[in-house]
């Protein structure tokens, strides 16, 4: 069993920025591929980034050049750092780690 918790969210004004955290616990030895998700409201779960046990990141074309994945393995942490945040980035924030689900993270940006 795996317990991913996200934290980080919250109201930003466009152009802001944002850094979210999923700590990993439970029976891991350490964190493996983990990926941001997001959903907004009407729409399906999308993969914003991800980043393997190796540290290959991998970025949705809406991330690239504004969000980075990082982890930080000896704290079982992997963070989402979303810079130049627009409205269109609204929505509850995700982390995955194998089938596993954090419980999500509101992230509202608007003016």
């Known amino acids: 069993q795996v317990q991913l918790v996200e934290s980080g969210g919250g109201l930003v004004q466009p152009g802001g920025s944002l850094r979210l955290s999923c700590v990993a616990s439970g029976s891991i030895f350490s964190i493996n591929t983990m990926g941001w998700y997001r959903q907004a409201p009407g729409k399906q779960r999308e993969l914003v980034a991800s980043?393997?046990?190796?540290?290959?990141?991998m970025y949705a074309d809406s991330a690239k050049g504004r969000f980075t994945i990082s982890r930080e393995m000896t704290k079982n942490t992997v963070y989402l750092q979303m810079n130049s945040l627009k409205p269109e980035d609204t929505a509850v924030y995700y982390c995955?780690?194998?089938?596993?689900w954090g419980q999500g993270t509101q992230v509202t940006v608007s003016s």
């Open positions: 995955k780690m194998f089938d596993f």
């Open positions: 980043i393997t046990r190796g540290g290959q990141p």
